[in-house]
């Protein structure tokens, strides 16, 4: 039988960084992980070079049940705080649009940095088996069934583990290929607490075969996501314009994953495909007069997407000919193109789920408030960010918080 202070389930970014703080705070730490080595998700982040973190980071960032604990998090551990990290891992890094800090190094890199500190600072990892059969301590208000009294126990494979403090840092069950799934947090819902179901955020959407918009994959631009519920639109992205990417299914890119963040059975998907250029102006600017419709569009997107767009009654009229209620027809097929996807591509191709366990049942450091000495960090909290470097960001952020809060706890 090994016996910790803490014991950690789930060697993803709030694994890594929680027992790689802890340990270095004098505690005796395990790190469990199902897979035989650290960050497997963590690695295939932001098509291998990782997003880390972003300029801009507000709770306005992330789906959450409070955002008021979100903010305090960010503001314990701002972007420079990971940036800090990222120098002292010696891992380069850059920033590109909207604020996203890449990697230089392969997304790996980051893991396998962690995991080295880890080691220096005498983290026993036990790799290669899922962690089964908790029991949580005796003492414990909730339950008083453990069978010692001050200690968590449960099984990584034959090897019995008890630890005076157990993290849940299992993340979520998005891309099951990475092993991902939702075991902890059935267990946190059978030890009391509110959880929601993980459901797919940051996934592509898939449309009818004959919608009208098929048939234009590999074609890329800029646009501005919207959803339509209720008679009601709304434009939720806070960075405004992003592209999106047709798919032989679909839609994809970053336009298409963020709006997934809020999209619904049933919702409409509402695209403006001339963010940036009224189309009103367009019809009445000059050099445009004698051009048909379909033929101007043609100048501010690839043809074939203006061709889809474009009416058919007024695709071959001369923009100087068009009268008003033609130009406001052309208008909203422009900038309010609706859609109604049939579903997305689920949790399989998924970057993150919504949903875990809700921060009202946890303290504002990330302590269950139904089982002392149990804590939740990384993407199993119900805390998801949008696309920018903002899910690894919060892995980041509190598994820190939580190596802290039981290193003050410990003393
Ligand atoms: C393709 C892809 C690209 C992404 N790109 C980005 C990006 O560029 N930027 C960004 O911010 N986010 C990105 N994300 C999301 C990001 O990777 C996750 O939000 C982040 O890894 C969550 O960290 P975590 O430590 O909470 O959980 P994870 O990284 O999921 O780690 C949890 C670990 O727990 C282990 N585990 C689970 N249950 C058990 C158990 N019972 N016993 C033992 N071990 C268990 C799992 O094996 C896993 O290794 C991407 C995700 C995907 C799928």
Request: aromatic share 8%; net charge positive; glycine share 10%.
């Amino acid at each position: 039988m090994f016996r910790y202070d803490v014991a950690i389930i789930g060697a993803g970014p709030a694994g890594l960084i929680c027992a790689r703080n802890a340990a270095r705070r004098g505690l005796s730490v395990a790190l469990v992980d199902s897979h035989d080595r650290p960050g497997v998700k963590l690695s295939m982040a932001g098509g291998g070079r990782g997003n880390f973190t972003n300029r801009t980071l507000t709770e306005k960032h992330y789906l959450t049940d409070d955002p008021s604990v979100v903010r305090a998090v960010l503001r314990a551990f701002p972007c420079e705080w990971t940036l800090d990290l990222l120098r002292t891992l010696r891992l380069p890094f850059e920033e590109r649009d909207f604020g996203q800090i890449f990697g230089l190094r392969p997304a790996a890199f980051l893991a396998d940095r962690l995991a080295v500190q880890c080691d220096e600072a005498g983290v026993d990892f036990h790799l290669g088996h899922a962690a089964t059969s908790f029991t949580p301590p005796s003492s414990s208000p909730a339950f008083g069934r453990g069978d010692d009294g001050k200690f968590f126990s449960f099984f990584a494979g034959r090897e019995k583990i008890t630890a005076r403090h157990l993290v849940l840092a299992a993340g979520s069950s998005a891309w099951p290929a990475s092993g991902a799934s939702d075991a902890m947090a059935k267990l946190a819902a059978a030890w009391g607490h509110d959880t929601l179901p993980f459901s797919p955020v940051l996934v592509p959407f898939v449309m009818l075969g004959d919608w009208p918009l098929a048939g234009l994959e590999g074609i890329s631009l800029n646009v501005r996501a919207g959803i339509a519920r209720g008679g009601e639109t709304f434009w939720p992205d806070p960075a405004g314009i992003r592209s999106l990417l047709f798919t032989h299914r679909g839609v994809s890119g970053p336009a298409a994953l963020v709006a997934s963040c809020w999209w619904k059975q049933g919702d409409a998907l509402v695209l403006d495909f001339l963010p940036e250029l009224p189309v009103l102006e367009l019809l009445d600017e000059k050099a445009h007069g004698k051009l048909m419709a379909r033929n101007m569009l043609s100048r501010y997107m690839p043809a074939r997407l203006a061709e889809a767009l474009c009416p058919e009654d007024l695709a071959r009229k001369k923009c100087a000919e068009m009268g008003k209620k033609d130009r406001l027809r052309l208008a909203e097929a422009l900038h309010a193109f609706s859609c109604r996807p049939s579903g997305t591509e689920g949790l399989k191709k998924a970057e993150a789920a919504a949903g875990g366990v809700k921060l009202s049942g946890l303290s504002r450091r990330l302590e269950s408030r139904k089982v002392p000495g149990l804590h939740f960090c990384g993407e199993i909290v119900n805390v998801t960010g949008l696309l920018g470097g903002y899910n690894i960001h919060w892995a980041l952020a509190s598994g820190a918080l939580v190596a802290s809060d039981i290193t003050e706890k410990s003393r």
